[in-house]
């Protein structure tokens, strides 16, 4: 399919190279949420839903709904009308569409997490003799806060904590860097830091890197299931990040720090004002493991084989048939 990116580009792939799925898409036609053309032939109508806009525009409520659903979301609803039954990413993906999309029909759906190839090998273990190594992996949309980053590097040198940081991002596309008027957190950058920035990388590479690190750290706060993070998963690192959107949903919940967000409508496509009492509580979150690093490391490898690509498959094919 042409111009998929971000997570429906590592679907797609995932999906696709499944064997099983073939034979499935010979009697079945799955929608890729906003996708004008979908996988497979068939004349049972499916849908992938990953999350909607709910950009706020105006102060205008109603407004909102109508610019939303007749302008982002336009897509996703005609494909929805020609579904008959519907897959969601997340309890949180499923909420914000019934929320902001109202749709007249209630249709029957399901909810199915990303999976990940199984990784065999195990994270970098930290070593409070050497360096601390954070990793994230996001696209650079205003929503995943990379620029977070950079208040949080001033905050651990501040700490006297050895530590590198290691960013691994690509641009959104361009009618989504329009709406955010060009800007990058590239803009944040500061003098003499410590982050690496690193761009275009294979799956394997960054699945090697996330490897080589010691603990994984996000501050994307409403996304409906991101494949950064059950990559991060499936390594078994230790993950930082707060407790909203699907967060909860997917993550251990040992080191989630509280994060509140507004349930309504939110300026998706503008870098926030750094919050500097989240920083903190994502700081304090990083002493706490590397107080007891072996107690982290223990729990998330043993939750490593949760989020399974060939098991998303499997439920997949159960219900599609």
């Known amino acids: 399919m042409d111009n998929l990116r971000g997570g429906i580009l590592t679907f797609y792939n995932n999906f696709n190279s ?58 996703i609803i005609n494909n929805y009308n020609k579904c008959e039954k519907i897959i969601f990413q997340s309890k949180f993906s499923k909420e914000t569409f019934l929320k902001i999309v109202k749709p007249k ?15 065999l090998e195990y994270p970098l273990s930290f070593n409070k003799n050497n360096k601390l190594k954070i990793i994230t992996c996001s696209l650079d949309h205003p929503t995943k806060r990379l620029h977070y980053f950079f208040e949080l590097e ?25 709406l955010s008027k060009m800007k990058s957190f590239d803009d944040y950058f500061v003098k003499d830091s410590k982050i690496k920035i690193l761009r275009n990388l294979s799956k394997t ?49 040992d080191l989630l720090y509280n994060k509140k967000i507004n349930r309504d409508f939110l300026n998706l496509f503008q870098y926030e004002k750094v919050d500097n009492l989240e920083v903190i509580k994502v700081s304090e979150k990083i002493e706490l493991f590397m107080s007891n690093s072996s107690f982290f490391y223990e729990n998330s490898i043993k939750y490593k084989k949760r989020f399974i690509l060939e098991d998303m498959i499997d439920q997949y094919i159960t219900f599609m048939k």
């Open 205 to 253: 590479q960054v699945v090697t890197h996330l490897l080589n690190s010691n603990l994984y750290v996000s501050f994307s706060h409403i996304d409906p299931c991101p494949n950064s993070i059950i990559e991060a998963i499936s390594v078994g690192l230790p993950i930082i990040a707060p407790n909203s959107g699907s967060m909860h949903e997917l993550c251990l919940n």
């Open 105 to 119: 029909s209630i249709k029957e759906s399901i909810i199915i997490y990303n999976g990940c190839k199984e990784i």
């Open 154 to 178: 001033k905050k651990l040198k501040l700490q006297n904590i050895d530590f590198e940081i290691t960013i691994i991002t690509n641009l959104i596309d361009l009618k989504q860097r329009l």
């Open 18 to 75: 499944d064997p099983r799925t073939s034979k499935l898409m010979d009697s079945t036609s799955l929608y890729l949420a906003s996708k004008k053309k979908p996988l497979g032939n068939g004349k049972k109508n499916f849908i992938r839903i990953d999350g909607v806009y709910f950009h706020k525009f105006s102060s205008n409520n109603k407004a909102n709904y109508f610019l939303n659903n007749y302008l982002l979301n336009r897509g």
